[in-house]
Structures are given as C-alpha cells and as structure tokens.
C-alpha cells in the first residue's frame, strides 16, 4: 500500500505540473474545502474501520492493526 500511494502521489504531481495547476492554494474558501475534505475523509476512513473490525475475529483484527501501526511496519518488512 505503502508504494502504490507513492505512485499515486507522483502520478498526479506530474499530471498536475503538465496541466499549469498551481500545487498553492491561494484563497479561504480553498483551504476551508480541503481541511473539510481532509477531515471528512478521515471520519469516514476510521468509521469503516471500526465497523469491519466489529464484524472480524480478533485474531484477524488485531494483526491487522499490528502491520497498519508504524513502528510495527518496519519489523514486517524486514521480515519478507
């Protein structure tokens, strides 16, 4: 997940430099868009999280969480 999120990233800085896009939001209403985008997202993200693991075993939720917190990450990529 890790390294399609960095593709994803690039991808569209490229697609957005190509287009003339500024990467600088310059007004209120833009930053208030993408703050509510940003938290909305992120709501709905740990909402469907918690959902899934009420409906998982234990087992499959707890090694879930594990590889999904950060300083677990490194000790399981090392592994492979």
Not at 20 to 49: A, C, R, Y
Not at 55 to 64: I, Y
């Amino acid at each position: 997940m890790t390294w399609s999120g960095f593709a994803a990233c690039f991808s569209l800085l490229v697609l957005t430099l190509l287009s003339g896009e500024s990467l600088h939001v310059g007004s209120l209403p833009g930053w208030l868009s993408l703050i509510v985008l940003t938290l909305v997202s992120h709501i709905l993200d740990q909402s469907f999280i918690t959902f899934a693991l009420a409906h998982a075993h234990t087992a499959f939720s707890s090694v879930g969480l594990l590889l999904q917190a950060g300083p677990c990450r490194p000790t399981h990529l090392g592994s492979i």
